[in-house]
């Protein structure tokens, strides 16, 4: 596969689902990436979403504008009548789904992808799938429609199948089935790591087949701080750190708050750091929400913070405080010491 394709087929469907959403997980931040760099390239880049009516193909136009909408430079437009009965429970993916057959290329019922890709992509596409919403035996047969096409895959990590114990219930199932879908049908699985790569590919071995692997850094840019973006009132007088992180067992903020009580029984209340936690609550028990919820002015969690403000509250912070029990990549270290921050981590091999 060293050669340009003829035509790049990026699924979206994970981003498409996190539009209006707020902030972006890493793994959105990925699919993001490669939607913009697959869109600047020379190579012709459509799109493919699933839906709740079935599928959806974009063009280059369509992207586009899926892009706007992640980055925050176009609001999504209003649901229209399909999209007010078949998402009445999720107005956010109305309106995006609504948007998206406003622009599509073309769409159809889910028994019908293969005919729709055949007929619209140019053979050798490649489709790359980032986000693991599609990862199913149905749409790779439609994909293998289109002649001589290639499936690629970028795995990011295997804690679920690695850590149960750090997955909701149910997870390492439906990630164990969609890792055996990688195994019979890429053609290429993209690594970010080589420790990610020993692991993933000790799991597709036992699997039966292990497809060739490269491993691809993820790329961190530089981001710029914008304190006008900050929260008004924000006090930034006394000294503070920061992690990043959607609020679930693995990233271990219990470990913080921990730390936190132990300061706060040492120190006077005039030495005291703060502790801004950038993330959403995501699946956690209960007692550590509670925590979170009585742990005061000192401790405060910032969801939903656009960019610029991340980038100015990482910049201003004494460090970097990512105590993960288990990571993939890990960003917010990288993108810390970009902005020369120092960083406190867990040792992970």
């Known amino acids: 596969m060293g050669a340009a394709p003829p035509g790049w087929l990026l699924d979206l469907t994970r981003l498409v689902s996190r539009l209006g959403r707020g902030a972006l997980t ?8 490669w939607l913009e760099h697959l869109a600047t390239g020379p190579v012709p880049l459509w799109g493919l979403v699933r839906t709740a009516l079935g599928f959806v193909l974009l063009d280059g136009r369509g992207a586009q504008m899926v892009r706007d909408c992640a980055t925050g430079i176009a609001p999504l437009g209003a649901a229209d009548l399909l999209g007010r009965i078949s998402r009445w429970d999720q107005p ?14 073309a769409r159809c019922m889910r028994p019908l992808l293969g005919r729709m890709l055949s007929r619209h992509l140019p053979s050798g596409t490649v489709y790359l799938n980032v986000g693991h919403a599609d990862l199913a035996q149905g749409v790779m047969r439609a994909v293998r429609g289109i002649p001589a096409a290639k499936v690629v895959v970028l795995v990011h990590d295997t804690i679920p199948l690695d850590h149960p114990e750090f997955s909701r219930p149910g997870i390492p199932a439906v990630f164990a089935r969609k890792l055996a879908v990688v195994a019979a049908a890429a053609d290429l699985v993209i690594h970010t790591t080589e420790a990610t790569r020993e692991r993933t590919e000790r799991h597709l071995a036992a699997l039966g087949r ?7 850094a993820l790329g961190v840019p530089v ?12 006090d930034l007088t006394r000294p503070y750190y920061v992690t ?15 730390v936190w009580d132990k300061l706060a029984a040492r120190l006077p209340a005039s030495a005291m750091p703060r502790l801004f936690i950038l993330g959403h609550r995501g699946w956690a028990d209960a007692a550590l929400f509670a925590r979170l919820d009585a ?3 000192l401790v405060r969690t910032l969801p939903d913070l ?21 990571e993939g990549y890990g960003l917010p270290p990288l993108e810390a010491m970009a902005l020369n921050v120092p960083v406190i981590c867990a040792a992970l091999a």
């Open 244 to 258: 990043i992180g959607t609020i679930e067992p693995r990233k271990n903020h219990a470990l913080l708050l921990d």
């Open 295 to 297: 742990a005061g002015g």
């Open 223 to 234: 981001p710029r701080p914008e304190p006008d973006l900050l929260p008004p009132g924000l």
């Open 210 to 216: 292990v497809p060739p692997g490269v491993v691809a």
């Open 92 to 105: 956010l993916r109305a309106r995006a789904e609504s948007d998206l057959r406003r622009v599509a290329l």
């Open 26 to 33: 890493g793994v959105d931040r990925v699919e993001l990436a």
């Open 306 to 326: 656009p960019d610029g403000a991340v980038a100015a509250l990482l910049a201003g912070a004494e460090a970097l405080l990512f105590p993960s029990l288990a």
